[in-house]
């Protein structure tokens, strides 16, 4: 959607990144049901000024992770945790340069705010 001057306005480009924001917030659900057979509770995604996308997943725990944690086995917990948010980084990365052909430079796990969140910064290549 250009404009006759060749740029598209920021009322067009604002909607073309929330639209982008609820496809990807949807393909992460679809992921994690996919890939890990758990529905989260919430996913956000979010363009930064900086054009970095924030991604944030909520009730991320599989019931495997939960049950090793309740049984005191909080070490096999973590480690599969991170095996589990590695596998969703990488295939959130596939999922941006396949499916939407966004290329992106780097894909960052941040430290999560909450036990069972999962926060990712994508930086794209420009």
């Given at each position: 959607m250009?404009?006759s001057?060749g ?8 909607k073309q990144l929330?639209?982008?924001e609820k496809e990807?917030e ?5 992921l ?6 758990h529905d989260?509770?919430?996913v956000?995604?979010?363009?930064l000024?900086s ?14 992770e939960?049950?090793?944690e309740?049984w005191?086995s909080t070490?096999?917990?973590?480690d599969?945790?991170?095996?589990i948010d590695q ?10 340069e ?5 290329q ?5 796990l941040l430290k999560p ?5 999962i926060?990712?910064?994508i930086?794209?290549?420009?």
């Amino acid at each position: 959607m250009l404009t006759s001057g060749g740029r598209i306005s920021k009322r067009q480009a604002l909607k073309q990144l929330t639209a982008i924001e609820k496809e990807l917030e949807e393909k992460i659900r679809e992921l994690y049901s996919d890939f890990v057979g758990h529905d989260v509770s919430a996913v956000n995604c979010k363009f930064l000024e900086s054009a970095d996308l924030y991604v944030s997943i909520e009730g991320s725990a599989s019931l495997p992770e939960k049950f090793l944690e309740e049984w005191g086995s909080t070490k096999l917990a973590e480690d599969m945790r991170n095996a589990i948010d590695q596998i969703i980084r990488n295939k959130l990365g596939e999922t941006l340069e396949n499916d939407l052909n966004l290329q992106t430079n780097q894909i960052s796990l941040l430290k999560p705010k909450q036990p069972e969140q999962i926060d990712i910064l994508i930086d794209f290549s420009v």
